[in-house]
């Protein structure tokens, strides 16, 4: 999938809600550039640990459109890394971002 801005976002775009795919989930990710968003430094992995030991401790997600993009980008990179499909727990919580994306763009907020 190509890069999408978060101003061209739409629904359509994302994953459907009962789309169980990594390879959907992954493919997606991938519309989102975290690396090159937040250039060379530590930003994009910092962001996404803090939000996944957020949800893994309260179920907090970021509040933002480019940091639920991140996330969902950084473990993208993150599962790629360790070669195999996310664990049932990383799958909840890659479809929690997926979810907030929709609101978010559903909700025309594209910060």
Not at 2 to 26: G, M, Q, R, V
Not at 65 to 88: A, V
Request: glycine share 4%.
């Amino acid at each position: 999938m190509e890069e999408i801005a978060n101003t061209d976002l739409t629904e359509k775009d994302l994953p459907a809600p009962d789309d169980d795919s990594w390879h959907s989930i992954a493919e997606f990710a991938l519309s989102f550039d975290g690396y090159s968003y937040w250039g060379l430094s530590d930003q994009c992995g910092d962001i996404a640990n803090k939000s996944l030991n957020a949800w893994r401790e309260k179920k907090i997600l970021p509040n933002s459109l480019t940091e639920l993009r991140t996330c969902l980008f950084f473990e993208q990179r993150r599962w790629h890394h360790f070669g195999d499909s996310p664990d049932k727990k990383t799958m909840a919580y890659l479809h929690a971002l997926i979810e907030a994306i929709r609101v978010k763009v559903r909700e025309g907020q594209c910060d």
